[in-house]
C-alpha cells in the first residue's frame, strides 16, 4: 500500500507495471537488471521482462535483482515466422511449442504468474490469412496450459492489431480460440494501442472478456506519452473499474532507437521521447489519475451508501502526461 507523502490516489487494487523496453535498446542480463532497478525508481509494482530468447537472460541473477527491487514481474513474448505455431508446417509448430516450453520455465523461474503477448502465432505481419485449422495453435497451448498450471502461471493471449497477427485481432477471436483450448488458466490480454485499431470502442472488450481479462496494456495510438494521443484512456480505466479488473495494468511505449528485432518487427521508426524516466513517471501517475477517476465516478454514480467513500471525480485532473 502507498502510505508515504502525498498520498496518491488509490481506490482499485490494481498493480501498475512497465514494460523493460523503455530502458533499453538491446536485451541481456544487464540490461535486464538495470530496467529493473529504474522501474523500481520509477515508481512502479512490476516489470514486464521479454522473454523472447529465454536462454539469453542469467535468470537467477535476474530473480534476485527483482527481489532486492521488490518488484512483480510478468513475462512475455511473440513467436518469430520460424516457430509460428499456427503455421500449416509441423515442424515450424515443433519449434514453437519448444521455445514456449522455454519461455515458460523460465517465467516460472523469475516468479512471473504470467506467460502473455503473442503466444498463438508469429508476431508480424502476414501475407495471407490464417490456415482454417489455426495450424497446431489450440493443441499446443492446450498442452502449455497443462504444463503451467502446476507452475502456477496463467497464459495471455494479447490480443494485436492486424499488422501484428492475422489470427487475433479483436476480443472475440481472443475468447473463440480460449474456448477451443478449453484451459481455465488461459486468459485474454488486451492492448489500448491494439484495441484503438481494431474495437468498435474500449468498454466492449472489456466487458465482453469479464472474468477471462487477465492483463492490460497501456499505450497511446503512436505509443508515446500517455496522454499525448487519441486513444481514449478514461473510457478504457472507466470500464477495467466497472468491470472490477483488479489485475495488473502496465504501460508499453516505444521509442526509436529501441532493441534490434522487435523494433522492426513493431515498426518503432519514430524518436517519441528523449527521457524514459520522464515518459515512465508521467505514465504511472496518469494511470493513477484515471484510476482515481474512474472509481470516483463509480462511487459517485452508485446509490449513497452511509459511510461508504463518496471521493467525487477531479474534473481537469490527470492531465499531466500532455505535451
Ligand atoms: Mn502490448
Known amino acids: 500500500m502507498n502510505t508515504g507523502s502525498p498520498p496518491r490516489p488509490r481506490d482499485v487494487p490494481n498493480t501498475l507495471g512497465l514494460h523493460a523496453l523503455i530502458w533499453a535498446d538491446h536485451w541481456d542480463t544487464e540490461a535486464a537488471e538495470r530496467s529493473i532497478r529504474l522501474t523500481a525508481d520509477a515508481g512502479y509494482g ?33 513467436l518469430p515466422f520460424d516457430a509460428d505455431i499456427s503455421s500449416a508446417d509441423a515442424a515450424v509448430v515443433a519449434r514453437g ?37 489455426r495450424g497446431g495453435a489450440a493443441g499446443v497451448l492446450r498442452r502449455l496450459a497443462d504444463r503451467a498450471a502446476p507452475l502456477g502461471v496463467d497464459l495471455g493471449l494479447e490480443v494485436v492489431n492486424r499488422y501484428e497477427s492475422n489470427l487475433l485481432n479483436t476480443c472475440a477471436d481472443a475468447l473463440r480460440l480460449i474456448d477451443e483450448i478449453g484451459r481455465a488458466n488461459v486468459k485474454v490480454h488486451l492492448d489500448s494501442y491494439h484495441m484503438n485499431i481494431e474495437e468498435p470502442d474500449f468498454a466492449t472488450p472489456v466487458a465482453q472478456c469479464g472474468p477471462l481479462l487477465g492483463y492490460v496494456h497501456v499505450g497511446e495510438s503512436h505509443r508515446g506519452y500517455l496522454g499525448s494521443g487519441h486513444v481514449d484512456l478514461a473510457a478504457l480505466f472507466r470500464a477495467l473499474v466497472d468491470a472490477g479488473y483488479t489485475g495488473a495494468i502496465t504501460f508499453e511505449g516505444f521509442s526509436s532507437p529501441a532493441p534490434a528485432g522487435l523494433g522492426t ?5 519514430r524518436r517519441l521521447w528523449d527521457d524514459p524516466g520522464d515518459v ?13 477517476a474512474a472509481a470516483g465516478a463509480r462511487a459517485a454514480a452508485a446509490p449513497p451508501r452511509p459511510g461508504h467513500g463518496t471521493a467525487a471525480p477531479r474534473p481537469g485532473h490527470g492531465t499531466a502526461a500532455v505535451r
Open 265 to 269: 518487427t513493431l515498426a518503432v521508426w
Open 46 to 78: 512490476l516489470v514486464e521482462l521479454p522473454v523472447l530468447e529465454p536462454d539469453a537472460l542469467d535468470l537467477g541473477r535476474v530473480r534476485r535483482s527483482l527481489g532486492r527491487a521488490g518488484l512483480g514481474v510478468r513475462c512475455s513474448l511473440g
Open 97 to 133: 511449442e519448444d521455445l514456449l516450453n522455454r519461455a515458460l520455465e523460465a517465467s516460472a523461474e523469475l516468479g512471473s504468474p504470467l506467460l502473455t503477448g503473442v503466444l498463438y502465432s508469429a508476431l508480424g505481419k502476414y501475407a495471407q490469412p490464417p490456415a482454417a485449422s
Open 280 to 292: 515512465a513517471v508521467r505514465a504511472r501517475e496518469y494511470m493513477e489519475s484515471l484510476l482515481a
